[in-house]
T-cell receptor, first 115, second 110 residues
Framework: DAGITQSPRHKVTETGTPVTLRCHQTENHRYMYWYRQDPGHGLRLIHYSYGVKDTDKGEVSDGYSVSRSKTEDFLLTLESATSSQTSVYFC??????????????FGQGTRLTVV | GNSVTQMEGPVTLSEEAFLTINCTYTATGYPSLFWYVQYPGEGLQLLLKATKADDKGSNKGFEATYRKETTSFHLEKGSVQVSDSAVYFCALNNFNKFYFGSGTKLNVKP
């Protein structure tokens, strides 16, 4: 199994509070991603990173920010949590040897509830 | 643009039945295609992959063939087991961005 750890695994927070989710990898992969999973929507990309301090927005980035100061860590911050951000969040990593489109490996997920 | 469409679920089968889950995609260039499986409370696990046209990915009795002419990557298994009950996602990677279908839940009854 790929070395990906998400923390926390579960969190309940109040509306309006900031929340940070952490993804830590031990694989030294270049690419890291944050997805949210909601019933009926599959996985939707929030933000991704293609290197240290190199990040870009995904399709549902509003209300989220990310940072990647080290290869192994990718942080997702909900600046002011809302009930619509209640979801399961997944981190994924991938590498791209010789430009090939390789697979992604996923963490176990973080279940976030905003009350 | 890039997108993945897979059949709606849930799919309910009896043990030892034949499984097909349809997946079609839209993409520019030469994407890689994947099937992932998700068990309750867990992350997505790679089931199989194909990196170019006419490649067949296979694993644990599951197979899928990358058909560029029909832009499809249908998942098949000849004889399902109760333990195959899970949610299956079709996905593509194009220029290091992944696109997922909405998932198909499979229920296998003994």
């Amino acid at each position: 199994d790929a070395g990906i750890t998400q923390s926390p695994r579960h969190k309940v927070t109040e509306t309006g509070t900031p929340v940070t989710l952490r993804c830590h990898q031990t694989e030294n992969h270049r690419y890291m991603y944050w997805y949210r999973q909601d019933p009926g929507h599959g996985l939707r990309l929030i933000h991704y990173s293609y290197g240290v301090k190199d990040t870009d927005k995904g399709e549902v980035s509003d209300g989220y920010s990310v940072s990647r100061s080290k290869t192994e860590d990718f942080l997702l911050t909900l600046e002011s949590a809302t009930s619509s951000q209640t979801s399961v969040y997944f981190c994924a990593i991938s590498e791209s040897p010789s430009g090939l489109n390789t697979e992604a490996f996923f963490g176990q997920g973080t279940r976030l509830t905003v009350v | 643009g890039n997108s993945v469409t897979q059949m709606e679920g849930p799919v309910t089968l009896s043990e030892e039945a034949f499984l097909t889950i349809n997946c079609t995609y839209t993409a520019t260039g030469y994407p890689s295609l994947f099937w992932y499986v998700q068990y309750p409370g867990e992350g997505l696990q790679l089931l199989l992959k194909a990196t170019k046209a006419d490649d067949k990915g296979s694993n644990k009795g599951f197979e899928a063939t990358y058909r560029k002419e029909t832009t499809s990557f249908h998942l098949e298994k000849g004889s399902v087991q109760v333990s195959d009950s899970a949610v299956y996602f079709c996905a593509l990677n194009n220029f290091n961005k992944f696109y997922f279908g909405s998932g198909t839940k499979l229920n296998v009854k003994p």
